[in-house]
């Protein structure tokens, strides 16, 4: 290498660098995002299973079918709410406000038809739809914003 | 060469008398199955009295009406089963004597010339583990009387209708006289006792209705009351058994009025369902064998793709 291309090279790293590192940044926060959209849909999950392990003893005895009970969709924000608290240092809000303004349904008996997504169920669902906003500070490097929202879903039923 | 063969011979002599040390397996441990005890005695005999029957109507109160020159006094009832049992004891003529004369609940009435009233007595049972014990003797009064015209005249012989071809029936509440609705002028039609109907069923709730099926949640502990009918009333359990497969869990397999709580930990093949049947015997018919069963779909909650 002759003293010419050496310094052809460290220019091109100079260069480069920051590229490479605002890519590698993005890339790092992507994954960051996505490990926490993963944590937040399966805090859904347990939480509409959770909901949906329980039933309404009163029509159980009266007619022998299971109906969810009563409090079915409170449950699922509750612990929906619990379950979220283990990703809170990734999120922008709390878990308390997440799951206060998460749409849950529940639909106590079957069949049912789930209006907002238009989904026929044939055994009694929750269903949970809830907007997550998650810290993302590594994508102010590439000009957007700090906060991303995620959209989770989850449904369960007793099958 | 002949010390290895005496060698030999006698060692083969020696073998059968060498003892053997070895241990019997169940010397020291205790029998596993505990010895037979002694004979138990035969159980007392369930005695029935002879022409007893469930009764189905209840004594209300004795019915003195008048119309015109007729005096009918007859004994009103109402159709209300107590879970208690009865049988004809006398029945008796206008002015006859009975045994039984005063110790009916409700008395012996008088026709206005004095005489006692024709009627039957029926004595009242109900049914304990010891048998059928007796509570209380009632009596049904079936008579009537006509005045002439002329009252000074001696008073004509009474009319006396034993019920003697048919049953009414009466429980042991007892009622004072004259509790009952308004005297009717329309004579008593006693209707003879049938035997009840019986049906028996299971239930999820010590009085709710019998269920032909039932879907429960997988680890829920879910208690099952068997329950029988009589003539579509409800009549109390002598005792239970279940037929079927038992579930993961059950509380007992036999029992008397506690209800049979089971759970199901496994969950089954989809599509295939449990099927609890069970033995009933109640206290109505204690010889009768009721069996009654429920289709049980066991669920777990499973997210929804």
């Known amino acids: ?159 | 060469m002949r010390k290895r063969a005496t060698t030999l011979l006698l060692a083969f002599a020696l073998i059968p008398g060498v003892g053997a040390y070895a241990r019997e397996p169940l010397e020291n441990e205790p029998p596993s199955f505990p010895p037979p005890s002694a004979p138990t005695p035969d159980p007392v005999a369930f005695v029935v009295p002879a022409g007893v029957y469930y009764v189905t109507d209840t004594y209300v109160a004795d019915v003195v009406a008048t119309r015109d020159a007729t005096t009918t006094y007859s004994t009103t009832t109402i159709h209300e089963s107590t879970g208690t049992y009865a049988r004809v004891i006398d029945t008796v003529d206008t002015g006859a004597s009975s045994t039984f004369d005063g110790r009916a609940f409700n008395g012996r009435g008088e026709l206005t010339d004095g005489r006692s009233l024709a009627g039957t007595y029926y004595e009242n049972f109900v049914l304990t583990a010891n048998g059928y014990v007796p509570v209380s003797i009632v009596f049904f009064q079936d008579d009537s009387e006509t005045r002439g015209r002329d009252s000074s005249s001696s008073p004509p012989p009474a009319t006396a209708k034993p019920a003697t071809t048919s049953v009414p029936v009466v429980a042991a509440t007892a009622l004072p006289r004259g509790a009952g609705p308004a005297p009717s002028s329309r004579p008593r039609t006693p209707t003879p006792p049938a035997a009840p109907a019986l049906r028996a069923g299971v239930a999820l709730a010590p009085d709710g209705p019998i269920l032909v099926s039932a879907e429960v949640l997988r680890g829920r502990l879910v208690h099952f009351w068997p329950r029988a009918f009589a003539n579509d009333a409800p009549v109390s359990i002598r005792g239970w058994r279940l037929l079927s497969a038992r579930p993961d869990y059950v509380s007992a397999d036999t029992g008397t009025t506690e209800p049979f709580a089971a759970q199901w930990i496994r969950m089954p093949a989809p599509d295939v369902r449990w099927s609890l049947r069970f033995e009933i015997f109640t206290n109505v018919a204690p010889t009768e064998r009721l069996e009654a069963q429920i289709t049980v779909t066991v669920r777990s909650p499973a997210l929804i793709d």
Not at chain 1, 68 to 85: E, I, K, M, V
């Open chain 1, 1 to 159: 290498m002759t003293q010419d291309e050496g310094g052809t090279a460290a220019v091109t790293t100079i260069v480069m660098l920051p590229l490479l590192l605002i890519v590698l940044a993005g890339v790092l926060e992507l994954g960051a995002v996505r490990a926490v959209a993963y944590r937040a849909g399966a805090a859904a999950d347990l939480a509409t299973i959770v909901a949906v392990n329980d039933q309404d003893q009163t029509e159980l005895a009266r007619t022998g079918t299971l109906r969810l009970a009563a409090d079915a969709a409170d449950t699922a924000r509750d612990y929906f709410a619990r379950n979220l608290s283990a990703t809170a240092p990734a999120l922008a809000v709390s878990v308390t406000e997440i799951a206060a303004s998460a749409d849950i349904a529940s639909f106590p008996s079957a069949p049912s038809l789930d209006q907002r997504t238009g989904v026929r169920y044939d055994r009694p669902t929750v269903r949970l739809i809830a907007s997550v906003p998650v810290r993302t500070p590594g994508f102010a490097m590439l000009f957007m914003p700090t906060v991303t929202m995620i959209t989770i879903r989850a449904a369960s039923s007793a099958r």
